[in-house]
């Protein structure tokens, strides 16, 4: 029975482990920090669809939905996506999807992408985001919680930045 636990408890901590091969390892955002992002940075609500990339417990998902959006989360790991489902059953709304999010592409109506990142990858998700907008054919908006990008912030509140994407432009047409 000890051997069965711990070997258990060895594959939980091996899945933590091996997320990090593909993005940020489980750390989760502030939940205060959160609340007064959707408050002061972005008033998130009703018309929003808010995307949350490694979206962990969904705590974030369960913010936005508070505030009335509708959000969708993508997390590799599939105990936190268990977790997050159960975290979030009363939110109807609110969808957690078990995926890489760099292979993913975000629902037609999303507004908004949130990201607790880190900095090894955090250039590369605002050109995922940049890719994102282009398919969709319209601008969304950005928010990193942490860290910063090289272009400039909308605006910034606490720890978290707020970025405009507009869709890249097509190359032009040579006749
Ligand atoms: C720093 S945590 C942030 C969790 C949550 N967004 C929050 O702010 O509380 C990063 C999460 O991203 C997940 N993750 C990392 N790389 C991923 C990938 N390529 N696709 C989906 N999820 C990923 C991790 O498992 C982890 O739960």
Known sequence: MGVIIVLVLFILLMIF?????????????KPSDVARAFDELYQIGPDDLLVDIGSGDGLVLRAAARRGARAVGYELNPVLVLLSRWFNRRYGG???????YWRVTVPPRTTVIYTFGESRDIEKMAD???HQATLLGHRLYFISYGFQLKRPALRSYQAHYLYQIDPLQPPEQTV
């Open 94 to 100: 609110v969808h957690v999807r078990l995926a890489n």
């Open 17 to 29: 482990c091996v997320v990090v091969l593909w993005g940020a390892p489980y750390v989760p955002s």
């Open 128 to 130: 995922w985001a940049e």
